[in-house]
């Protein structure tokens, strides 16, 4: 059975530092891209950044420079690195996984269910 599992979340000050984890089970995770998406509270979920199978990194604009994606194929996991965290990066976390690239930065694919990241002092 296809299934996503995210951790990592939890609270952190303003200008801190998380590593999420999207970990896969069920699926030949190397073909898969890969996505993760934030809903903060009151608010749309919205893409962060994606990974596709071959590791071409994209980001949008409000996180480009701060946060960092990567994939370890060998574990199964994708990683959301973030640093300088901001009271408004504050919502839960989700990783969306597909074959295509497409597929998961529309967030169409296999979803986890979410870790919450909360940035306050």
């Known amino acids: 059975q296809a299934q996503l599992v995210e951790s990592g979340g939890g609270l952190v000050q303003p200008g801190g530092s998380l590593r999420l984890s999207c970990g896969a089970s069920?699926?030949?995770?190397?073909?898969?891209?890969v996505a993760w998406f934030r809903r903060a509270p009151g608010k749309e979920r919205e893409l962060v950044a994606g990974i596709s199978s071959g590791g071409t990194t994209d980001y949008v604009d409000f996180v480009k420079g701060r946060f960092t994606i990567s994939r370890d194929n060998a574990e199964n996991t994708v990683y959301l690195q973030m640093n300088s965290l901001k009271p408004e990066d504050t919502g839960v976390y989700s990783c969306n996984a597909a074959l295509r690239i497409n597929t998961v930065l529309s967030g169409q694919g296999l979803w986890g269910q979410g870790t919450q990241v909360t940035v306050s002092s």
């Open positions: 069920g699926i030949r995770f190397s073909l898969y891209a």
